[in-house]
């Protein structure tokens, strides 16, 4: 079975570009998170979906972020316009529902703004 | 507000040492630990973890304590092996009908010599 994956793996922009992550979860988990860590911190909760819906968006830094998980499937991070700040290794993770306690995370996209 | 803090950043060991990688947590609400192995280029996997009702449990070569007391979890490592060297993260959470918002330590990197 296939794990939680990221496109792209690496991704380098300038200032004030736009950048689109992707995050295709492991088939048939309902839930969908959005981490990122920034370089010497600590891994950071973005946002969690349930399906198509936002379950809980607290983490998001400011409206520069967008993420969609249209049909409950797939979903994506825009970052519009991007910052040096927003530099850092975006995860994310899926996990069944139901009570299911385990996460699974997927390799991460190194994000770099220059 | 929450936070998850790592006494060590990089702990040493020699191969066939027992490693003791330890994590201190401020919520109390917090009733589910977890702890992450992350390889270089490769997202955290799920190690083990335990819930506020035990303080301990074991898994393949591997022990976590909690000591709620204290707010203090630990990770056991026996017999470290060389494939043991990553970064090891503890995060807390609220068990709220499978939703899991998850918050991370900074990470403590263990290195083992052969």
């Known amino acids: 079975e296939a794990g939680v994956t990221q496109f792209p793996s690496h991704s380098v922009i300038e200032k004030g570009q736009t950048v689109t992550l992707r995050c295709d979860p492991i088939?048939?988990?309902?839930?969908l998170y959005w981490y990122r860590r920034v370089m010497g911190k600590e891994i950071k909760f973005l946002l969690h979906?349930?399906?198509?819906?936002?379950?809980?968006e607290s983490g998001m830094p400011n409206n520069r972020f967008l993420a969609e998980r249209t049909g409950g499937t797939y979903s994506t991070l825009k970052v519009q316009p991007a910052e040096l700040e927003d530099s850092g290794v975006y995860f994310c993770?899926?996990?069944?529902?139901?009570?299911?306690?385990?996460?699974?995370f997927g390799q991460g996209t190194r994000l770099t703004v220059v | 507000g929450e936070s998850v803090g790592l006494h060590l950043p990089t702990l040493s060991v020699q191969e066939g040492d027992n490693s003791i990688i330890n994590c201190a947590y401020s919520?109390?609400?917090?009733?589910?630990f977890i702890w992450y192995k992350q390889e270089s280029g490769k997202g955290p996997q799920f190690i083990i973890d335990?819930?506020?009702?035990?303080d301990k449990r074991q898994g393949q070569r591997v022990t976590v304590l909690l000591n709620k007391t204290v707010k203090h979890l630990s990770l056991q490592i026996a017999a470290t092996q060389p494939g043991d060297s990553a970064v090891y993260f503890c995060?807390?959470?609220?068990?709220?009908?499978?939703?899991?918002?998850?918050?991370f330590g900074t990470g403590t990197r263990l290195l083992v010599s052969p």
């Open positions: 979906f349930v399906k198509e819906s936002k379950q809980d």
């Open positions: 995060a807390e959470t609220v068990l709220n009908t499978g939703f899991q918002k998850l918050v």
């Open positions: 335990i819930r506020s009702n035990m």
């Open positions: 993770a899926s996990s069944y529902g139901g009570g299911s306690t385990e996460a699974f």
């Open positions: 919520n109390s609400a917090s009733d589910y």
């Open positions: 088939s048939g988990h309902d839930n």
